[in-house]
Nanobody, 124 residues
Framework: QVQLVESGGGLVQPGGSLRLACTASGSIGSISAMGWYRQAPGKERELVAAITNSGSTDYADSVKGRFTISRDNAKTTVYLQMNSLKPEDTAEYYC??????????????????WGRGTQVTVSS
């Protein structure tokens, strides 16, 4: 079993900051890319930021210069530092990871995993 658990969401005023964290646990062989997606009411889920094992990053245009994605040295935790938050950043934020997980015995399978989400609300 593999789990992704997010934390750090909440209510913040416009211009404020939040830091999200997501930790992967379970029968993990290796993790390649990790990232954050968000989904606002009535909208499709969209990529916010992603980071590979080599440290390459990718950001949605709407968050460039305001959000920073990073990973810990063990590469099982991914962070999203969100600064200068705007009301339009309000959404449920989901962690995503491409994980090569042990399915049985010595057999591994690579697939995408999702966290349950953490709510970010930007409002005065």
């Amino acid at each position: 079993q593999v789990q992704l658990v997010e934390s750090g969401g909440g209510l913040v005023q416009p211009g404020g900051s939040l830091r999200l964290a997501c930790t992967a646990s379970g029968s993990i062989g290796s993790i390649s890319a990790m990232g954050w997606y968000r989904q606002a009411p009535g909208k499709e889920r969209e990529l916010v930021a992603a980071i590979t094992n080599s440290g390459s990053t990718d950001y949605a245009d709407s968050v460039k210069g305001r959000f920073t994605i990073s990973r810990d040295n063990a590469k099982t935790t991914v962070y999203l530092q969100m600064n200068s938050l705007k009301p339009e950043d309000t959404a449920e934020y989901y962690c995503n990871a491409r994980i090569n997980a042990r399915i049985t015995g010595s057999a591994y399978r690579s697939q995408n995993y999702w966290g349950r989400g953490t709510q970010v609300t930007v409002s005065s």
